[in-house]
Nanobody, 122 residues
Framework: QVQLVESGGGLVQAGGSLRLSCAAS????????MGWFRQAPGKEREFVAA???????YYTDSVKGRFTISRDNAKSTLYLQMNSLKLEDTAVYYC????????????????WGQGTQVTVSS
């Protein structure tokens, strides 16, 4: 079992920045590939970024160059640094632990946090 708790969401103006955190407890965090997903109102949950145990990172095209995923295994914490935020980044953001399969599919993740709201205003 892995328990995940996100924090760091909030209201920010377009062009601003936020850093999300995801604190993990339970089984060995460092061995998991971890991901961030988001779900906007009326839309399906979508992949944002992932990072494997060795630090290799993967991003959806819409956030490349603006978002950075990272991890601190000593603190069992996953991060998402979000810069140059746009209105379309407004969503509930979830962290998740990867179990296998297609990296950008939410069906490939079996542990999820409760989500944190990010709202970008004009």
């Amino acid at each position: 079992q892995v328990q995940l708790v996100e924090s760091g969401g909030g209201l920010v103006q377009a062009g601003g920045s936020l850093r999300l955190s995801c604190a993990a407890s339970g089984r060995t965090f460092s061995s998991y590939t971890m991901g961030w997903f988001r779900q906007a109102p009326g839309k399906e949950r979508e992949f944002v970024a992932a990072i494997n145990w060795s630090g290799s990172t993967y991003y959806t095209d819409s956030v490349k160059g603006r978002f950075t995923i990272s991890r601190d295994n000593a603190k069992s914490t996953l991060y998402l640094q979000m810069n140059s935020l746009k209105l379309e980044d407004t969503a509930v953001y979830y962290c998740a632990a990867y179990k296998g399969g297609t990296l950008n599919s939410d069906a490939s993740y079996n542990y999820w946090g409760q989500g944190t709201q990010v709202t970008v205003s004009s």
